[in-house]
């Protein structure tokens, strides 16, 4: 059975950072290409970064690059996104997604608010 694990979100003020990671199991990870998305109260879930199974391919939406940075260990079957200099923006629920397969995590909410 695959699962996967998004922990990390929580309450930030603008300016601020926060860690979320994404635990996976129930598959071989390391062939596996990760995506988070994310999906804002009355928007469409949208991608906001992805890394290629071995790590080497990264790629960001134009308004996250800068601020955010994924990364995976594959020995410990777990992604992170880094998210610095927060916004209100980024108020969001988070999901990682594995592909292929279509996988999704239940997600994890970040809040940035004063």
């Known amino acids: 059975q695959v699962q996967l694990v998004e922990s990390g979100g929580g309450l930030v003020q603008p300016g601020g950072s926060l860690r979320l990671s994404c635990v996976v199991s129930g598959l071989s990870f390391p062939y596996y290409a990760v995506n988070w998305y994310r999906q804002a109260p009355g928007k469409e879930r949208e991608v906001v970064a992805s890394i290629s199974n071995r790590g080497r391919s990264t790629n960001y939406a134009d308004s996250v690059k800068g601020r955010f940075t994924i990364s995976r260990d594959n020995g410990k079957n777990t992604v992170t996104l880094q998210m610095d200099s927060l916004n209100p923006e980024d108020t969001a629920m988070y999901y990682c997604?594995?592909?292929?397969?279509?996988?999704w995590g239940k997600g994890t909410l970040v809040t940035v608010s004063s």
């Open positions: 997604n594995v592909q292929p397969g279509d996988y």
